[in-house]
Nanobody, 123 residues
């Protein structure tokens, strides 16, 4: 499978961006899909995940500001990011995989990763 992210860029604090992740080589149905991010000098962290049935999970730091969604017909994952903050600056990665012990929350569920798209938020 292949995942290709797009939609990153530079915005001012308070602005919005919408990330997209096009999946090819497999169908997203039955898979966990998620967005992760990594800032320079920091460990990768989970941002948001969505299960095949549509249930979602968010990091506390983005709850109420980010929304994950997917279009199964287009095999595309999205991340709508509103009220962006400088601390959201990071490389954002799309990922997919089979549930880990029935859960999509663990990073261990994710076998396929995109190349990343940079998000930079200035104050």
């Amino acid at each position: 499978g292949q995942l290709v992210e797009s939609g990153g860029g530079s915005v001012q604090a308070g602005g919005s961006l919408r990330l997209s992740c096009a999946a090819s080589g497999y169908t997203s149905s039955g898979y966990c899909m998620g967005w992760f991010r990594q800032a320079p000098g920091k460990e990768r962290e989970g941002v948001a995940t969505i299960a095949s049935g549509g249930s979602t999970n968010y990091a506390d730091s983005v709850k109420g500001r980010f929304t994950i969604s997917k279009d199964n017909a287009k095999n595309t994952l999205y991340l709508q990011m509103n009220s962006l903050k400088p601390e959201d600056t990071a490389m954002y990665y799309c990922a997919a995989g089979a549930p880990w012990f029935g859960s999509c929350r663990s990073s261990r569920a994710y076998k396929y990763w995109g190349q990343g798209t940079q998000v930079t938020v200035s104050s």
